[in-house]
């Protein structure tokens, strides 16, 4: 039996959902929507400098996930970003792909609206209707994967993102991947320490590809970071900022939690338990 390739059927499900969304609300509507906005909150520039513990967190909102099923299926999205800026974090990032995620534009609005941090949309984009889509909804930055995207569409929804006055969290796992994001200019750089095709994870990903980017971007460590260990790692390695999922949703006390990893009340903070 061949394993399955979770990014080809969540990319080929992506398409499917922007077919219907289009069938909703026009991509022109959106884009309209998308042109209004002022209120864009600093993302880049918030995670450009270590906070003041040297260290950043982007704690992320997450009910599931295509390896391990459900995670916190009632997860309440206004309580949890509120905790979240409660415990420190940084900016929050927001999974809104609804069918292997359980996620929705509405929980990034809800979000947004419950705290003073900038917020990212966590999806698989592939099109420009995708970025019209997060700016209308509120939207700070946007992941862009370098994995799904040919070079040239890379080029163009960054392009499109940054004219909108968004910022991009652009992610890579391969050096291929660091090669393409160094050609679009992208300032701020995810290495993600998963595979998305098998949703295998290894730490030591970002501590080599860190290696391969341009003095003058950032990097972000994502997936497999749980402890403060792995926090004390990266940062030897220059790196300070960090995407947490899991293991702060699984906590018990998210707020303490994030805490513990930033270097603050480490001594009584939860543990939490699985990998971001």
């Known amino acids: ?152 569409k890379l080029n163009r929804l960054y392009a499109l993102c940054r004219e909108l006055g968004m910022d991009a969290l652009v992610e890579i796992h391969t050096q291929a991947d660091a090669r393409t994001v160094a050609a679009c200019g992208a300032r701020l750089v995810g290495i993600n320490n998963r595979n998305l095709s098998t949703f295998e994870t290894d730490i030591a990903i970002a501590l080599d590809l860190v290696a391969r980017l341009a003095p003058d971007q950032v990097p972000v460590a994502a997936s497999g970071i749980s402890t403060p260990t792995d926090i004390q790692r990266n940062l030897k390695a220059g790196i300070f900022n960090f995407l947490v999922g899991e293991c702060i949703v699984r906590s018990k006390d998210p707020v303490r939690f994030i805490r513990e990893l930033m270097g603050v009340d480490a001594g009584s903070a939860s543990p939490g338990n699985g990998a971001a």
Request: charged share 25%; hydrophobic share 40%.
């Open 1 to 152: 039996m061949m394993p399955i390739d979770f990014l080809t059927e969540i990319v080929k499900q992506k398409g499917r959902e922007i077919s219907q969304a289009r069938n909703s609300i026009p991509e022109g509507r959106l884009a309209e929507l998308a042109r209004q906005r002022t209120d864009f909150r600093p993302f880049f520039e918030t995670l450009s400098q270590p906070g003041a513990t040297g260290v950043n967190i982007i704690a992320e909102i997450k009910r599931a996930s295509p390896s391990k099923g459900d995670i916190a299926p009632d997860l309440k999205a206004t309580r949890t970003a509120l905790r979240y800026e409660k415990g420190g974090a940084a900016a929050v990032s927001v999974l809104t792909d609804p069918t292997y995620f359980k996620g929705c534009l509405e929980d990034l609005t809800a979000a947004r609206s419950a705290c003073a941090l900038p917020v990212l949309r966590k999806e698989f984009i592939i099109s420009r209707y995708q970025v019209y889509e997060a700016a209308a909804a509120g939207a700070d930055a946007i992941l862009l994967i370098a994995r799904i995207l040919t070079e040239k």
